[in-house]
């Protein structure tokens, strides 16, 4: 296959019009959610130039087959999909639905997560990591989040804050609490 | 997409490592940690797809997108999306990003002295037809300087996002043109260790799309992550 290059610092400007900071709209069902983070370089600095690709189920746990559109058309329809980018102090918040389980390989059942793409200059290739919530019972069965390393795990969780359905996710690139990221 | 079966591994040397410190910016960025190894579950083997009102005629042709035409030698890049068993990618959307002529980029973070060029913005995007083809007009970008180390100079290429065959297909690469005298001492292409994999990401002068007192053609196929033979999961 052809080989990853970096986005390099200049990709906004061919990637900006799917940027989708918002995937509930009147009608969908599902709870709710906010997902804010900031994402930490090996010097804990903020990146300021990165890009996330997110894709996730609905409520019920299924994978959308709608077309993304472009913005502005109908938007009554979850395609589970969106990119953000990060700010001048490297954060990014968006605004979605709890995703459902999803089943999982031999009859086994993934906790709810949302799939993360991570863009930047100085990735040659994106990384791969999950967006898991903390609390949520069906984490200790999951056969995805139980390859993490125990001591690392809490890396791949979500915190919900004290008001309101709104969690806390952050990245570090490097450290000893590096996020997990899979090879994908 | 809806193909459950997992994609296969890549082959080795074919994809950059995250470290790679000639190329600076991995220093900090790249992780540090051993990766976890990656069951492909539904979640990996589907993934979004995209609908053509994200594409008009004006996002394939990137000279036709303001009043006036741009600076630079106009051509004509076209290609196919394959997977790695040569089959056609259908209906992926291909997003692309450039520097103009003077290589400098529309982009408030670009300081890069040369001229910004009113008649040229640089991104197109198209939607991959039944064959997997997909074709730009636009115009060759300069090279440009860097600051990674002395004397650093990119050489010319244009940026291509490709998505649409499910997650881990996900590709994100520079096209470079045949010839150019700066692919030698650029260390994002050098990234690559395996040389055929390297020299994939050259495109090939075309005279079969190449148009007569108009432009010259450029040809570059792509080739997406292809899928194991049979699914694990039902």
Redesign the interface.
Known sequence: ???????????????E??HRADLTFPGLRGTAITIRGQIL???L?P?P?AML?L?Q?DADGN?S??????QG?DPSKF???ARIPTDDEGRCEFRTIMPGK?????GST?AP?I?V?I??????????T?IYFAGEAANDVD??LN???AE?RASLLAIKESQGESFVWDVK???SD?T????? | MNDPRPYRKFAAGTQPEYSHPSYVSTIKRAPTKPLVLLPHTKTETMGPVFGHSLVTARDSDLTAQHEGEPLGERIIVSGRVLDEDGRPVREALVEVWQANAAGRYLHKADQHGAPLDPNFSGCGRVITDADGRYRFVTIKPGAYPWGNHHNGWRPQHIHFSLLGAGLLSRLVTQMYFPGDPLLEFDPIFNSIADEKARGRLVSRFDWETTQPNHALGYRFDIVLRGREQTPVER
């Open positions: 296959m052809s080989a990853s290059q970096t986005v390099g610092p200049f990709f906004k400007i061919g990637l019009h799917l370089d090996g010097d600095k990146v130039d690709e894709w189920a994978f087959e709608n077309k993304c559109e472009a058309s395609t589970g999909f999803v089943a999982g390989a031999d993934q997560h799939a793409f863009f930047m200059r100085g990735l040659l290739k994106p990384l791969y999950r056969p995805v390859l993490a390393p690392r690139l490097q450290g590096e997990v990221f899979f090879e994908w």
